[in-house]
Every structure is written in C-alpha cells, then in structure tokens.
Nanobody, 122 residues
C-alpha cells in the first residue's frame, strides 16, 4: 500500500522560507516521479513542481527561481524548498507520485499525501 506523508508546513513571514518533506512508503521512490501541488481555499489544486526519476525538475512559473524540488532516493523522500514566500503561496501543499513520466495534471496522479498547510503572513 502506497503511503505519502508530507511534513514541514507551518507559518512563515513574507520573504521567509519553509522546507517541505514527502516521506514515501510501500514503494521505491527511485522508480517514480515526485510532484508537489497546492490548493488554496476556494481554488482548484494546481501544479507547483515535479522531479523525474533522472532528477530533472519542472516548475510552475510562479515557482521558478523561488522553489527548489529535490529527492533523496536512499531516504525514499522528496522535498520542496520554498524561498521568498509570498502571501499568495498560502495553501495546503500535497505531494504525489507517478510513473513513468511527470505530469502537470493533478488528475493523472493516483497516490497523494494528506497535505500540509503553509501560511504566509504579511
């Protein structure tokens, strides 16, 4: 049974940083692409970033130059480093896995974590 557990969310000030983690079990993460999505209150879930099995990363425009996605296959864990946070980054952040190719569409992902809340205060 695939399980994904996000952690690292919380409250940050504008311009601050948070590092999210996604611990996977029930699978070998090295065989999957890892993605992060977010969902703000009243809005649809949107793509943030993804990293494929070869370590190549993809970002939404709002995440470029601010967020960094990474993975540690030995720890079966994915990460999202978020810098220069803005109030509009406030959302629940979810990790998801997919094989073999990255997708920017949430509907393509079957396995999700429970989400972690990120709140950016001004």
């Amino acid at each position: 049974q695939v399980q994904l557990m996000e952690s690292g969310g919380g409250t940050a000030h504008v311009g601050g940083s948070l590092r999210l983690s996604c611990a996977a079990s029930g699978l070998s993460l090295e065989n999957y692409a890892v993605a992060w999505f977010r969902q703000a209150s009243g809005k649809e879930r949107e793509f943030v970033a993804a990293i494929n099995r070869n370590g190549f990363s993809f970002y939404a425009d709002f995440a470029k130059r601010r967020f960094i996605i990474d993975r540690d296959n030995a720890k079966n864990t994915g990460y999202l480093q978020m810098n220069s946070l803005r109030p509009e980054d406030t959302a629940v952040y979810y990790c998801a896995v997919i094989s073999p190719f990255v997708s920017r569409q949430a509907t393509d992902y079957a396995d999700w974590g429970q989400g972690t809340q990120v709140t950016v205060s001004s």
